[in-house]
């Protein structure tokens, strides 16, 4: 079930608010481009995977929805806390009273041999070029959800980028939208992570009874009103959904996304590099049974990344001081 839920970054925002279908899809044409995409990827040396290989006319996307007690904030989607079920908004709307509920309609899921839907086929060109490549890369390292997603957005922006300049050039609104979107991603990471770290320190005094229930939630209301300001100066708009549980989803996306681009960078923005270091990550393939055992699985990891990270920047001082010095 994991993996299953190894879903591509958010559909809510940024793609779906800054572009649209003005014309009908030519179906043959999306379908000749997907081929491409996954040539490119060979290209780039990605693990063939069977993913993409047919279209479903009849699948229009997964329904799901996911949901936490309204003063618990889950760590990701790892953790149990953060329950799923398949369903559409009127499934749940009877009986999770009490809960933070986030429903999301997913075009793709990773490692099931996903074919084409029809919400993908018919997707603005960035977020289709984006999701061939975020999927298919799930299938070449073996991580937690939290490490997989975050280096999952780098690999396939940074491909989707690539592939887009290639085939339509880095003048056209293709490349700009996928490049505004890891320029927004890196600034709402910041914001997500300053929120979680308030709301949690909110709902740990709510349970030590440092303060009321009422109070709580009182706070709590206005820390995501702040919080979906916030966003709105990233995205041009609030988020529909704005609670424990759409947050959790969230972090497991944003919280490590800053240091997985900070890994690209470092190596000098070459996208092979970047891929083979994050092949290389330990602990992949590791099980783990609850959300102290991912997150001991994630911080070795991302020592891992932070110590290539310093030995990258210790080579690079090293080759300035004998520049320098001739």
Not at 266 to 288: C, E, W
Request: some cysteine.
């Amino acid at each position: 079930m994991r993996k299953i839920l190894l879903v591509l970054l958010i559909l809510l925002l940024p793609l779906v608010l800054q572009c649209s279908q003005s014309e009908p899809t030519n179906i043959p044409d999306r379908l000749q481009l997907v081929e491409e995409i996954k040539t490119f990827e060979k290209e780039l040396g990605f693990n063939e995977t069977e993913n993409f290989r047919t279209y479903s006319p009849d699948i229009e996307s997964y329904d799901y929805f996911f949901y936490t007690p309204e003063t618990t904030l889950p760590y990701s989607l790892n953790d149990p806390l953060l329950l799923c079920s398949k369903g559409s908004p009127e499934s749940y709307n009877d009986y999770l009273e009490g809960y933070d509920v986030f429903f999301y309609r997913i075009q793709a899921i990773a490692e099931v041999k996903t074919p084409i839907t029809t919400s993908l086929i018919q997707a603005p060109l960035p977020r289709l070029i984006h999701i061939i490549l975020h999927e298919d890369w799930h299938e070449q390292m073996d991580s937690t959800t939290g490490i997989e997603e975050p280096c999952a957005e780098v690999v396939s922006y940074v491909a989707a980028m690539l592939f887009a300049e290639g085939k339509y050039g880095r003048d056209s609104d293709v490349y700009k939208t996928l490049k505004g979107e890891v320029n927004n991603k890196l600034r709402a990471a910041e914001v997500y992570q300053r929120y979680y770290d308030e709301l949690s320190e909110l709902y740990m005094l709510l349970s030590l009874g440092v303060i009321t229930k009422t109070e709580g939630l009182s706070q709590k209301t206005i820390l995501l009103e702040s919080l979906g300001e916030d966003l709105k100066d990233i995205w041009g708009k609030k988020p529909e959904q704005l609670n424990n549980a759409y947050i959790a989803f969230q972090m497991t996306y944003f919280r490590h996304f800053p240091l997985m681009y900070q890994v690209f960078s470092t190596t000098d923005s070459n996208l092979r590099k970047t891929m083979a270091i994050f092949q290389s990550v330990p602990r992949q393939g590791a099980k783990f049974e609850d959300v102290d055992e991912v997150k001991s699985i994630e911080t070795e990891v991302t020592d891992f990344l932070q110590g290539t990270l310093q030995k990258a920047m210790g080579a690079s001082a090293s080759i300035f001081q004998i520049l320098t010095r001739s």
